[in-house]
Structure formats: structure tokens, C-alpha cells
């Protein structure tokens, strides 16, 4: 922030010019001030906010019976009676899909319901999803609005937006998907009041904590993706200590 003898400065300067200059009429110095204060506020703006990257648009099925089973799952897994799908942003999760193309990853979350996996089928119907997925190159795929309930990661669905990156343990992710992850999380970070950004596997962290909605104790599941280095360059590149990415 500029101080306020700084911004007298400033203001003392452009007044004089504005009198030397002889072609405006003289301003008083509130006028000036206002017009100091503009600049410095659209100069600040322009380099503070996060452009939103590019992307492209690859909508996943939404009909009444994937708001159904949002809301239920909302309800019955997370504790959150609610009118809406939409949530409100609060952590961000990084995934790896251990599914080795976009568009199979994008076949496997477009159905509504979920077609295998008895467990994840006894907690709930819906199908699993994310609202981003990053292909191998870094092209960014956007398959739900970034509000919109999505169902990948347990206790802490109701407040995050998910992220899928296309790779697995075999195939690590690439320099191009760490960019485009900070990129696209950056953006997020401007847009939202984001608390943490964590890797799927360190999502157990939260479980005892205040974020974490889980109507079954014993519901859980181990996870290994994106893996620690991954997470610990995304960090680095988003300027975040690992203390405040997680609880
Ligand atoms: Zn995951």
C-alpha cells in the first residue's frame, strides 16, 4: 500500500502540473485526489486479478436426477439440508483420474449414476465427477459450472472444487499440467475465498476438523493421488506454505 505521504506526493505533483499546464481549469485538491485514487485502484486491480485461463467447455450431463442426487447426497452424506447444488468454494483438490484419456475420463463421469464400485454405490447413487479435468498437455476441460456440486471427494464436496488431472502412480503428472493447474487455481484463488488447496491424499487431514461433513464415521477411503511431489511444486508455484494449504 502506498503511504499517505506518498500519496500526497502525488497528489502535490499532478495538482501543479494541472496549474502549469495552464489548459485545465483548476481542480481542487479533493477532485485530484479522487482521480489519484482511481488510477492507483485501476493500476492495482489490473495487476492483482487472475485472468480466467483458457478452456474448453465439455459439459457433463446435468438433468433433474443428477440435481436429485446432489441434493441428496448433500443432505445424507454431508449433513447439509439444501434448496441448491450450488456450493460455496472454500478448498480446492488436485486428482490424478488413473484413467489415461480426457475423453474416457469424460465418458466415465457423464452418466448420472454410478455404474460400479459397491461401496461408493451404498453411500450414494450419484455418479462421481469434478468440475475441472487437465489433460496431458495442460489443456484445461471444464465439465461443470465452478459452483456446481460435484461428487470426488468425501467429507469435503460440499465446499470444494475438484480437479482432475490425466495421469496415474505410472504415469506422473507433467510440466504442463503443473502449469495449467497454477494457472487455473490461481484464478480460483482471485475469484474465491479458497482456505486450502490440498491433494486428494491429504484429504484424511481434515477428518476432526470443523471442514469436515461426513454423516458416516466409517465412511472413508485411502487415497495416493496426485502424490506428494506433485503437490509440494503446485505449492511452490502458488507461493502457499504447505502449513497453510492444509488444516
Ligand atoms: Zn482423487
Known amino acids: 500500500m502506498l503511504q499517505n505521504r506518498h500519496f500526497d506526493s502525488i497528489t502535490k505533483t499532478l495538482q501543479n502540473y494541472l496549474k502549469f499546464s495552464g489548459s485545465f481549469v483548476f481542480m481542487e485538491v479533493w477532485k485530484v485526489k479522487l482521480a ?13 486479478a487472475q485472468e480466467r485461463p483458457a478452456m474448453v467447455q465439455r459439459p457433463i450431463t446435468w438433468d433433474s436426477t443428477r440435481e436429485q442426487l446432489s441434493l441428496a447426497y448433500l443432505e445424507e452424506r ?4 439444501s434448496k441448491t447444488v450450488d456450493i460455496v468454494p472454500k478448498i480446492i483438490v488436485v486428482h490424478w483420474t488413473d ?23 451404498k453411500a450414494s447413487m450419484l ?21 456446481t456440486f460435484a461428487r470426488h471427494t468425501i467429507g469435503l464436496n460440499y465446499c470444494s472444487i475438484g480437479i482432475e488431472n490425466i495421469g496415474s502412480a505410472r504415469y ?12 487455473l487455481i490461481k484464478y480460483l484463488m482471485s475469484k474465491y475465498d479458497i482456505q486450502h488447496v490440498i491433494g486428494h491424499h491429504e ?26 511431489i506433485f503437490m509440494q511444486q503446485l505449492r511452490m508455484n502458488l507461493e502457499m506454505e504447505d502449513a497453510v494449504a492444509l488444516p
Open 36 to 48: 489519484v485514487f482511481f488510477v492507483l485502484w485501476g493500476l492495482c486491480y489490473s495487476s492483482c
Open 78 to 81: 454431508h449433513g447439509i439440508p
Open 99 to 121: 484413467i489415461l484419456s480426457v475423453n474416457k475420463t469424460i465418458r466415465t463421469f457423464d452418466p448420472v449414476q454410478l455404474p460400479g464400485r459397491p461401496r461408493l454405490k
Open 127 to 147: 455418479n462421481v465427477s469434478a468440475q475441472f479435468v487437465v489433460g496431458r498437455d495442460g489443456t484445461i476441460f471444464q465439465l461443470l459450472p465452478e459452483t
Open 172 to 183: 506422473p503428472l507433467t510440466e504442463a499440467q503443473l502449469q495449467a493447474n497454477t494457472t
Open 203 to 228: 484429504y484424511l487431514a481434515f477428518q476432526g476438523t470443523e471442514w469436515w461433513k461426513e454423516t458416516d464415521p466409517a465412511y472413508f477411503t485411502q487415497k495416493s493421488d496426485p502424490g506428494a
